[in-house]
């Protein structure tokens, strides 16, 4: 007699004590097998069982519209390939970057800081330089040296959008997809006036697009929202004066670090910290204005300066950072912004401060957008007796928090993390100088309670994702970028076929 031919409930109990593999092997025994093993209630029960919190079971249809069996096939395939660390394809794109020609593809990269990390004779970067491609959610952006235009590719479609933010005479210093607003940061191609003998000083802008659905699944339009000027005199073009930015829908804030060019023998760099409200559109081209003279009123709409802070607010909140600086970046939520500061033992370079900390230490300051009492919270991964460098939970992540997922494995370090909370997904790339190693966190059940999988991800992987020390990604894939300048995907879901949309005219 058939295990098929039992009645539902007795099959039911069997087949609980199958894997997600054999019940999708079990559809290729026979006729009978198949129809059983594909029937949508049986398929619904196994997603729940074993998938809790797979994105398909949290965006499907719960009535009889949804196709349970291929979803549960989907998701089986891919967690089969996340446990075994093994991508089921890679896809790499080329990146358009010139400083010349093109002109739609000038780019000049913000500067990280020369400070790295030194033990004996092995050496590690510690910082690393930005990326010119960006990733939320499913749509990466990126400048396309195949379609010779800056792309908006939606990976679970396939489909590539247009982004016509008319790069055109523009220098790209910096842009970022946060929260569905892109905000590109960039400067003129030709010169305002010169600094001095030896240098020119450009005009630099911020420009908002609102990110928004398309008509079809998978399109995308960027609109408009406004611009704004991000440095009143400009910046020179060089590898030292700096800029670091976080922007949420609402807020940008900019600390900008430039060297001191008086004449009056100052060595102390010239720091700056600003936070706009950038939550009102505004039709009004501050780049296209050189006067100033067609400025709306500070009353109308566009982008307001929320709060700047002097020389004298940056000593009181004790994130001057001087000629030796420890900042990692910024973050922001509805009323601070966050200053996160880092500091290494093993640091060295032209930047490298002379006191430094014991082991690895981390630093949140949240200073309020208004008056209002500042918020530090530090580790330093000193550990206790049982020598567990860090006693924080691993898994918390909030603004407030300094980031000890960062030595959370001390001496390794985090370089970088892509989660996906919801699905209980983490990869993690850590290395300790010539050891390194992505792994996949696996937390599949609802509650999160379990002790879970972890996996190696195949080894030659690091070199393909992690040339600009910079992941992201969800469950069903994970983006890097190599040294060949091309944005690596790596799948564990089916790759979808690129289809391009038509240029609108």
């Not at 959610?137 to 489909?159: C, V």
């Not at 220098?171 to 892109?182: G, K, S």
Request: hydrophobic share 35%; glycine share 6%.
């Amino acid at each position: 007699m058939s295990i098929t031919a039992l009645p539902n409930d007795i099959f039911l109990l069997i087949i609980a004590y199958l894997s997600p593999k054999e019940l999708i092997l079990s559809r290729r025994v026979s006729k009978q097998f198949h129809d059983a093993f594909t029937e949508f209630e049986l398929n619904r029960h196994a997603l729940v069982q074993h998938y809790p919190r797979a994105r398909e079971l949290r965006h499907a249809d719960q009535n009889d519209s949804a196709d349970w069996p291929s979803l549960f096939a989907k998701v089986a395939g891919r967690y089969h390939h996340l446990k075994s660390g093994i991508p089921r394809s890679v896809k790499k794109l080329p990146l358009e970057r010139t400083f010349i020609i093109p002109q739609w593809s000038q780019n000049y990269g913000v500067e990280p800081w020369q400070r790295d990390l030194k033990f004996e004779k092995k050496e590690a970067p510690f910082h690393y330089p930005d990326t010119l491609w960006t990733y939320e959610e499913g749509l990466l952006i990126f400048p396309s040296a195949d379609l010779q235009r800056y792309a908006a590719y939606d990976l679970d479609t396939g489909i590539v959008s247009e982004v016509n933010f008319e790069p055109e005479k523009k220098i790209v210093r910096r842009l970022r997809l946060h929260e569905r607003v892109l905000v590109v940061e960039w400067c003129e191609d030709g010169p305002y006036h010169q600094l001095n003998e030896n240098g020119m000083v450009f005009r630099h802008f911020a420009t908002a697009y609102d990110v928004v659905k398309g008509a079809t699944e998978g399109e995308w339009r960027i609109a408009f929202r406004n611009e704004w000027k991000i440095h009143f005199l400009g910046m020179p073009l060089n590898s030292r004066d700096r800029f670091f930015s976080h922007h949420t829908s609402q807020k940008y804030a900019l600390y900008v670090w430039q060297l001191n060019r008086s004449g009056w023998g100052e060595d102390e760099p010239i720091e700056a910290l600003a936070v706009w409200d950038i939550s009102s559109p505004s039709p009004y081209l501050p780049s296209e204005d050189h006067s100033g003279e067609g400025k709306q009123d500070d009353s109308l709409e566009g982008p307001k300066v929320v709060r700047r802070f002097s020389f004298k607010d940056l000593d009181f909140y004790r994130i001057r950072q001087r000629s030796t600086p420890v900042l990692r970046g910024l973050e922001l939520d509805d009323g601070h912004v966050y200053v996160i500061e880092e500091d290494h033992r093993w640091i060295v370079g032209q930047q490298a401060g002379h006191a430094l900390p014991r082991l690895h230490k981390v630093k949140t300051i949240g200073i309020p957008f208004t008056i209002g009492p500042m918020w530090v919270d530090s580790c330093g991964a000193d550990g206790d007796t049982s020598i567990s460098f860090c006693q924080r939970a691993s898994d918390a992540r909030h603004h407030h928090l300094a980031p000890c997922w960062r030595h959370e494995e001390f001496p390794y370090l985090t370089i970088t993390e892509a989660r996906d909370d919801k699905a209980g997904v983490v990869f993690r790339a850590r290395n300790c100088f010539m050891l390194e190693s992505i792994s996949i966190s696996l937390k599949p059940e609802a509650h999160g309670t379990e002790t879970g999988y972890d996996i190696a991800l195949r080894g030659d992987l690091w070199q393909q994702l992690l040339a600009k020390g910079k992941i992201c990604g969800d469950e069903r894939w994970l983006i890097g970028e190599n040294s060949n300048q091309e944005v690596v995907i790596a799948y564990f879901d089916r790759e979808r076929k690129m289809r391009v949309q038509e240029l609108k005219t």
